[in-house]
């Protein structure tokens, strides 16, 4: 059974940091691309941040780089995502993905993943 399962989020001030984790299983890890998306109340899921399956090619929302890290451990079959200077804004559930394809390209479409995860609440107060 293909899975990903993130944790990490929580109540978190402007300004302060959070590092999400989401552990895949399943399936070979290092063979997939992985991807973070959020979704806030009242708006449409969207693009985080993304990893190629070797961690060679790393994409980020305009939104948040410079802020936030994607990594990936494949001993760990675990994707990070390190999130800094957090923003009132940044609040949403934050879902991790695993990518469609074998070896695939790494993008920041939501269709070119599957096994969402269940989501992690990140909640940041001003």
């Known amino acids: 059974q293909v899975q990903s399962v993130e944790s990490g989020g929580g109540l978190v001030q402007a300004g302060g940091s959070l590092r999400l984790s989401c552990v895949a299983s399943?399936?070979?890890?290092?063979?997939?691309?992985m991807g973070w998306f959020r979704q806030a109340p009242g708006k449409e899921r969207e693009f985080v941040a993304a990893i190629s399956w070797s961690g060679g090619s790393i994409y980020y929302a305009d939104s948040v780089k410079g802020r936030f890290t994607i990594s990936r451990d494949s001993a760990k079959n675990t994707v990070y995502l390190q999130m800094n200077s957090l923003k009132p804004e940044d609040t949403a559930v934050y879902y991790c993905?695993?990518?469609?394809?074998?070896?695939?390209?790494?993008?920041?479409?939501?269709?070119?993943?599957?096994?969402w995860g269940q989501g992690t609440q990140v909640t940041v107060s001003s």
């Open positions: 399943g399936r070979t890890f290092s063979n997939y691309a």
């Open positions: 993905a695993q990518g469609s394809s074998y070896g695939g390209p790494t993008t920041r479409k939501a269709r070119d993943y599957a096994y």
